[in-house]
C-alpha cells in the first residue's frame, strides 16, 4: 500500500524529533507489515532519514498540527502531532476536569495560536464544570483580546455557540476573517439541541474557518478522536494523511505538564503580538493610488482594525450618517484625521466635499487650510469653522439645505430619485459635514436653537438620497443628549456609532461595549449603538507619522487643479479690514458702501452698507466697547477711499488717539475737532451744508446736545442723505443715542445701527423685537437694518493688536 506508507511517513516526519528520526522510522516500517529493515541496509536507512528530514524541515512551520503527547514505540518515543486547524476537530473522550486533558486543552490552545499569524486566530472558551479554572492561566489572552472570559454556565455556553454560528455564517458568506477556536473543556450534559448544534458547527466549521477542541463529548464529527484512560489513543482522523481504520496504532503519553509561570508568560506573548498585530500604521488606510474610488453607491474607509481584520466604516444607505462620542484626550482628533485622510485619499474632490465645523476649541482643522507656515492643505475642504458661531453653523446648515434643494430639482428634472442615479447626470460631490460639539448648535433653545435643531433633521433624513452626510460629535453626555432630546428623529438617523475613551451615550444604554476603552482604540457599532453590534477596534495615530502625513496632503493640494481654497472662519480671530479683498478692491464712486467687519454667513461676506441719498442713510455704533471705535476708523477707511474728495469732520470725544489716527489718515479733508462745544457747532453748521460731507463721530454721547442741537442734529439726520451729508457716530450708550436722535420720532433717521455690548434685552425700545435675542460677546456686532428689517451678526473690524493682546492674555 504505497499511498498508505506515503502517508504515513508524511505523519511521523511531522512528529520525529532528530534524535528519534532514525529508529521511529526502522518501528514505522515494522507497523505497516513491512519487513523491518536490516541493520545492514545502512543506506537505505539513511535515504528515509533523509528524506523525513527534509519533509520534516518543509512541514516544520506549517500551521494547525497540534502536539499531543509523546508516541510511544518500542524503542522510544516521538512527539506526536495531530492535524488540527485547517484539517479536523479534536474530540477528547473525557472533560478537562481530569487534570492532564486541562493541561492539553491549554497546550492545544497555545499552539493554535502559536502557529497562527498573530491576530489570526482567536479562541472562544468554555468550561462549565471547573468555573474556567482550565483557562485561569491563559487570562492574558483575554485582556489581549483574542480570548473570550470563558463561559462557565449554560447561558454563556449558549452565548458561545450564538458567537461560533455567527463566525461560521460569515464564513459560508467568505466574510469572515481569521480562524476561530471553540475551545470546550468541559460542558454540563448536552440537551438534544445542544448537541445538535455542536454536531452542525463540527460539520460546518472547517469549511468555515472554526474549528472545535472539545472534551468530555460523545461525539464530533469530522474530529480526530482521542480516547483518554492511562494514555490516549489516536483514532481514525478523517480527511487526514493518518492511514489506518482502526487509527494510529502508538499509544500517546500526555506530556509533563507545564508550570504556571510558563503559561502566563507564553499567554502575555501571543496576547501582546496579537496587539502588536492589530496595530496599523497609518499609511495602512491609504490606498497606493489617490482619488480612484467611485462614490457612487456610497464612501468608505478603513478606520483600524480588529481580531477579524481591517474595519472599514462607510457613509451610504445602511449608514448615511455617523455620531461619535468620548472624552477630552479620547482621540477624537486623531480618529477623525484618519477618516479624513482616508476618505480625501479615496475621493477626488470633485467627488467628495468636506464641511468641518468646530464649536468649541476641539478639533483644529489646519489640515485643511492654507498656513502661513504651509500652504499645502487637503483640497477637498469647502468649509472650515474653528469655534465657530452658532449663528455660522446655522447658515451653514442652510447652505446644504439648500443645496439638497438644488440637487432635488435636477433630480426631479431626470426622473431620478437616488445620488447615484442623479451622478449619471452630473458629477456632483458626495458632502460630509463633520460637526464637532454640536450641541452648542441647540444651546440656549431660541429661535436660532429651533431652526438648527430643523435644519439638522431635514439633512438627517433626506441627507442620504442627495449624498449629504452628517458626522456629528461630542464629548460630553449632555452633548449626545441634547440632540437626543431635541427629536428623537434626528437620533435614529445616525445609524453608525463611534465611541471612543470615556464616551457615555453614543451606545445604546444597555451597551458597555465603550466600557474600558483606551485610546487608540474604539467601539464601532453600525447597528445605531444597539448591544451586539459592537467592533472594537484599534486606530493608528495619525499625528505619529507627520512626514507622510505631509507628503500625502502636499500630494492632493498639488492635484488640486482649479479647486479653489475653502472658506475659512475662525471665530477667535480678529477681522481687520487691511487683510479684506473687498477693501483692497475699492475705488472712487458716489454710491459709497461702507464697509463695518465681516459678515458671520456662509460664504463669510464683509458687511457693508450704502450711504446713497436714501432716507436714513447714517451709521450708528452704539455700546462702550472701544472695538466701536477701531471699526469706526476702518468704517471710515473704507469711505475715504470712495470718497477721496469729500469733506470729513472727525469728532473726537472719545478714544482721542483713534480718532487722531482716523484724522491722519483722511489727511487733508479732515477736520479734527476735539471740543464737544466744537462739535455741536459742526453739527448746527451741517444742518446748512450740501455734501459730500461726513461727520465721523467718536463718543457722540458726550455732547449732551440742548434743544437748538437736537433740532440741528434731526436736521442732519433727516435731510441729510438727500444732500450728500452723512453721520458715522460711535455712541457708548444706547440711551444717548435715543435720546441723540429724537426718541421714537427719530428712529427710522438712522437706518444702520451696528449694536455692541448692549443685552439684547435693552434694545426692544428702539430696535424691536427681533433684536432682543442678541448676546453681546467680545468680537462680535449685530449690524441692524431698520429698512430691509435685518439682523445680522458681524465680527466688527478691528485693530490687530488689541486682540493679539487678549489672546495673549486669555
Ligand atoms: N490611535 C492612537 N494611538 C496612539 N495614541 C493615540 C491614538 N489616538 C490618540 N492618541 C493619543 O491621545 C492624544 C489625544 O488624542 P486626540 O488629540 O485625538 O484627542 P481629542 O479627543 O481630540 O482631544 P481634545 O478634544 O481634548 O483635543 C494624542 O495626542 C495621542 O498622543
Known sequence: MPGLRATFEQAVSKHLSAAARLSASRTAAESLGEPAP???????ESALAARLTTAAAELADTPGWVRIGEGRLHSGGFPMYVPFLGAAHLRLSTAATDPRVAGLIRSIVLQALATHAAGQARIL??????VGATFAPLRPLVDGGIMNS????????????????????????????????????????LSETVAARLAALARSGIQAGLYLVAAGVDELPDAVNITVDDHMRVGNPPRTPFGTRDGLAVPVAFDPLPGNDYLVAESHRLADRARAAAELAFTDLIPADLWTDDPASGLATMAGRDANGPVVLRFDDGTPHWLIGGRTGGGKTVFLLDVLYGLAARYSPQDLSLFLLDFKEGVSFTEFTPQQSDPSYIPHARVVGVESDREYGAAILRELDAEMTRRS??????????????????????????????????????????????????????GRSYGVHLVLASQTTSGIEALYAKRDSIFGQFGLRVALPGATSVLDPQNTAAQGLRLGEAVINTDGGAVGGDRKIRFPNAQADPTTLHRLRVDMWQRRGEMAPPTVFYGYKPVH???????????????????LGRRVDAALNTARVRLDGAPGRHISIVGGDDAGAQMLEAATASLARQRPSARYLVAGLAEPAVARRTAALLGESATLLSD???????????????????????GLDVLNLDMMGKKAFSTVLRQGPATGVHVLGWWRSLRRFTDDVGGSQGKEDVCYSVVLNVPGAELLGHFGMAATSWQPR?????????????????????????????LMLG
Open 38 to 44: 536490516e541493520p545492514a541496509v545502512v543506506n537505505a
Open 125 to 130: 472558551a468554555v468550561d462549565t464544570e471547573s
Open 150 to 189: 470563558p463561559a462557565t454556565d449554560t447561558a454563556g455556553f449558549t452565548a458561545v455557540l450564538d458567537q461560533a454560528e455567527k463566525h461560521v455564517k460569515a464564513g459560508l458568506r467568505g466574510e469572515a476573517g481569521g480562524v476561530l477556536i471553540l475551545a470546550v473543556a468541559s460542558v454540563p450534559p
Open 409 to 462: 430639482v435636477v433630480m426631479k428634472r431626470h426622473g431620478v430619485a437616488r445620488y447615484a442615479e442623479l451622478r449619471a447626470h452630473q458629477r456632483v460631490p458626495r458632502i460630509v459635514c463633520f460637526i464637532d460639539e454640536f450641541q452648542v448648535l441647540f444651546a440656549g433653545n431660541d429661535r436660532l436653537a429651533q431652526e438648527a435643531a430643523a435644519l439638522l433633521e431635514n439633512l438627517a433624513r433626506k
Open 577 to 595: 479690514i487691511d487683510d479684506n479683498m473687498d477693501y483692497a478692491a475699492l475705488v472712487a464712486t458716489d454710491q459709497p458702501e461702507v464697509m
Open 676 to 698: 464737544p462745544a466744537a462739535v455741536a457747532q459742526a453739527i448746527s453748521e451741517l444742518a446748512e451744508t450740501v455734501g459730500p460731507t461726513y461727520l465721523i463721530g467718536f
Open 778 to 806: 467680545p468680537g462680535r456686532a449685530l449690524l441692524i437694518d431698520r429698512h430691509a428689517n435685518t439682523q445680522d451678526l458681524i465680527v466688527p473690524f478691528t485693530d490687530r493688536d488689541r486682540y493679539d493682546d487678549q
